[in-house]
């Protein structure tokens, strides 16, 4: 992971479990999965990342036959896609090893933490707070293209975070007054790190956690690197 947005990302799991950072983030593999539950964005265990590339190539292919943008705004939106997804499961990886529990729930741990909670969107699962901090809200790149809201504004910050990522340069701060973006609307229960967009969605995807299958890795079933302890009693 990009320093800065390491650094963001292990501040902020400092201020909401107050206990240090151990583990090393070079310890975090990645690998892109094929699952087949809709819009489901990714997963995590507590050193894995799973990326649900089903999901984000699905999305952008509707997108680029859709889209009258230029071929290189419409590859910064599939690397800015990429990035967020990697930076809301990146959150919930950090969170698991300073916990050191593959299991742990944000929204369970988050409940008395209202202050961090109100700050950063208002949401409690920690890959919407990461986002929210470094962005502002959690924001939909095709959707913002969709809606008209794409402008040159977009292209050259945009452009120019990817290649700060890229070349492991400074980041200038996102003004989200200035270069307005569409968000994500998603749903979340208590006892859960479930991300997706559409509540009919997030209770199917909770029935294909509880019957292991969520995605398939070098052939195989991976669901133990992300063994929810789902409790459906409350949406947020």
């Given amino acids: 992971m990009y320093l800065p947005v390491a650094t963001l990302v292990d501040d902020l799991t400092s201020s909401a479990t107050g206990k240090p950072i151990h583990a ?27 990326i649900n590339i089903s999901y984000i190539n699905d999305r952008h292919q509707a997108f ?90 977009h292209s050259a910050y945009f452009a120019k975070f990817v290649q700060a990522i890229e070349t492991n340069q400074s980041l200038t701060s996102f003004n989200a007054d200035v270069t307005p973006c569409s968000t994500r609307t998603s749903h979340c229960a208590v006892g859960s790190d479930i991300d997706v967009e559409d509540i009919d969605i997030y209770y199917e995807a909770i029935d294909e956690l509880g019957r292991y299958e969520v995605a398939e890795v070098d052939g195989e079933q991976e669901l133990q690197l992300n063994k929810y302890q789902c409790d459906q009693r409350e949406i947020k």
Wanted: hydrophobic fraction near 35%.
């Fill in 24 to 50: 090393s983030p070079e310890k975090i593999s990645v690998k892109l999965v094929h699952s087949t539950i809709r819009n489901l964005r990714g997963f995590t265990g507590i050193n894995t990342i799973c």
């Fill in 64 to 153: 680029k036959s859709d889209s009258s943008l230029s071929d290189d705004d419409k590859n910064v939106i599939f690397k800015m896609a990429l990035f967020c997804v990697g930076l809301h499961e990146y959150s919930h990886v950090r969170l698991r090893q300073v916990e050191n529990n593959p299991n742990t729930s944000s929204p369970n741990l988050l409940l008395n933490k209202s202050t961090i909670v109100e700050t950063y969107g208002g949401k409690p699962e920690f890959g919407r707070l990461t986002e929210h901090k470094l962005f502002g809200a959690q924001l939909d790149f095709w959707e913002t293209d969709a809606t008209g809201k794409w402008t040159a504004l």
